[in-house]
């Protein structure tokens, strides 16, 4: 069947676009997915004696994660040790998450309703903390928490407390970390979904006698959903492979599971496990994204 000039066109136009984005196909190919297929490919190998991997195929890095082996009977138990950091990064990545939405929400409506000329400046105050380098962030805030930092100095002067509060080396003080660097990322999607609320309803909402927290539940939260899925989904990927923040806030002790990971490339000697971890780690974030984007999908059919 012979196809229109119209028809004919098409097909030349998308045959021209897809060869248009060859390139960058080929670029995602190797430098995202390629390292990616390694990283899969090394779980299921057996660990080298100094590093490195063995061409064995071995399910034993997978099995690792979850359970380990008796050095002396060969029997295999639960790893606690690794539930322990899985369960600590997901508790820390939760908690971050929660924190930064209680303290975001308000600051993203108060930006928001501000002046153009206000509002600028108090966005372009938010996005300051990105011009530095996390390190130096986070060195920044150990020094506000540390036993001899800013926040015991003025406690103890004022008489609060009478000996300085050990934060330091803590999950507390990886906690407070996590949040004040992940925070503008919480609010500028807030602030995103906040400033395209229609003030009107608010009135609207009050004229039909309803009170504060009825219009907060049943008219600002359903509307500005998007933007907390959003600002949820970009704060707790992050904080589930967060490095350097538990490991300087934590003191190397209180390891997450981006330190569990390097920590078996590196001294550990188990690429296999780590590779296994980084695979189960992307098949976590994998499922939060595809949260975030059903959540979106819903709220664009209700539309």
């Not at 030349?12 to 995202?32: E, F, G, H, K, Y």
């Not at 100094?50 to 008796?70: I, L, Q």
Request: net charge positive; with cysteine.
């Amino acid at each position: 069947m012979a196809l229109t000039l119209e028809e004919q066109t098409g097909r030349d136009q998308v045959r021209r676009n897809w060869w248009l984005s060859l390139p960058a196909l080929v670029i995602l190919m190797v430098a995202a997915i390629g390292p990616l297929i390694v990283v899969l490919v090394y779980s299921f190998l057996t660990p080298g004696e100094y590093g490195n991997v063995e061409w064995k195929f071995s399910t034993e890095g997978w099995m690792s994660v979850f359970v380990t082996k008796d050095i002396f009977d060969e029997t295999w138990k639960l790893a606690d040790a690794h539930m322990t950091i899985f369960w600590r990064s997901v508790k820390l990545s939760l908690l971050t998450t929660a924190l930064t939405l209680v303290v975001g929400f308000p600051t993203a409506w108060f930006i928001a309703t501000r002046p153009a000329r206000a509002k600028a400046l108090w966005l372009f105050l938010i996005t300051i903390p990105f011009w530095t380098n996390l390190l130096i962030r986070t060195f920044a805030i150990n020094q506000i928490i540390r036993n001899e930092g800013l926040l015991n100095t003025m406690l103890l002067k004022l008489g609060v407390i009478s000996a300085p509060l050990q934060i330091t080396y803590t999950d507390t003080a990886v906690l407070i970390g996590m949040v004040y660097v992940y925070l503008p990322l919480m609010v500028l999607p807030l602030f995103a979904s906040i400033d395209r609320f229609d003030m009107r309803l608010l009135e609207a909402g009050y004229d039909l006698y309803a009170s504060r927290a009825q219009v907060l539940r049943r008219v600002i939260l359903p509307l500005v959903k998007p933007g907390i899925v959003a600002g949820s989904i970009l704060v707790f990927i992050p904080c589930l492979g967060a490095y350097v923040t538990p490991r300087i806030l934590g003191g190397g002790k209180l390891m997450m599971i981006g330190n569990f990971i390097e920590l078996q490339f590196g001294q550990g000697r188990n690429w296999p496990l780590g590779a296994a971890i980084s695979i189960l780690l992307l098949i976590v974030v994998t499922i939060a994204l595809l949260f975030y984007v059903r959540a979106i999908n819903g709220e664009n059919r209700d539309a």
